[in-house]
């Protein structure tokens, strides 16, 4: 059977910001553009914009980066209230939160405009992510929308064949992939990646990358401005 449904991929670009609000702002220029959409996608760690409000921010190290942890109830409270005013379904990219004791995760959410809440934690992080004092998840799960099957391969899952050959073998049949890569072989390493996935397991995958190059100890990612 044929359904037919719309993804808008929101490219988010990371500047400084001032103030929750800016991040609020900038989110909702990409949500106005993509009305109609039956779902929207955010990149992975987009919210390490939340980086640049913390005192100091450029002097800090980037083992640093687990202190946007703070602003995770203001996040999810954000995405859950865009998905319902606006009756799409929302991944909100991920965002490094605290999972459990000195524990902190690449977590990627689905909010629905009923409610719906599904999450995912990164399960194969990259090696710059060890430095960040993250560590990995070790579930990959599939879930019902009402227009698909879906499941997550962040960023580097996308690299390992086992992440999306578990997903098919779970009746996935869209793969949802937020990224955040350093220089323009990696995005392209990942987009490969992507294809090969589709082709090995016959299903469809959307590719959603961050970009920008605020400065300090974040790193910059491509591209810098969006295509």
């Not at 039956?38 to 005192?55: A, N, Q, S, Y």
């Not at 980066?65 to 009756?87: P, S, W």
Request: net charge negative; hydrophobic share 40%; glycine share 8%.
């Amino acid at each position: 059977m044929s359904r037919n449904f719309t993804v808008s991929a929101c490219q988010y670009i990371v500047t400084e910001i001032n103030t929750f609000e800016d991040f609020i702002t900038k989110v909702r220029i990409l949500l106005n553009k993509s009305q109609g959409a039956d779902v929207v996608i955010f990149p992975e760690l987009f919210t390490i914009e939340l980086f640049t409000l913390l005192k100091k921010w450029q002097e800090r190290p980037i083992s640093h980066l687990t202190l946007i942890d703070q602003f995770t109830d203001a996040y999810k409270q954000l995405f859950q209230q865009e998905a319902k005013e606006r009756g799409q379904f929302i991944i909100a990219g991920s965002h490094l939160e605290q999972t459990g004791a000195d524990r902190y995760e690449n977590v990627a959410h689905i909010w629905g405009p009923d409610g719906e809440h599904y999450a995912h934690s990164k399960t194969h992080i990259f090696p710059a992510e060890r430095g960040w004092y993250t560590q990995e998840g070790d579930k990959m799960a599939v879930f019902q929308l009402p227009f698909a099957r879906v499941g997550f391969n962040i960023c580097y899952e996308a690299e390992i064949p086992e992440c999306a050959a578990t997903l098919a073998e779970q009746g996935v049949e869209l793969i949802l992939t937020p990224s955040a890569t350093f220089t323009e072989q990696g995005f392209w390493r990942v987009r490969h990646c992507c294809h090969a996935r589709c082709i090995e397991n016959q299903i469809y995958l959307v590719h959603c990358c961050l970009g920008g190059n605020p400065g300090g100890p974040l790193p910059g990612c491509w591209p810098e401005v969006q295509f």
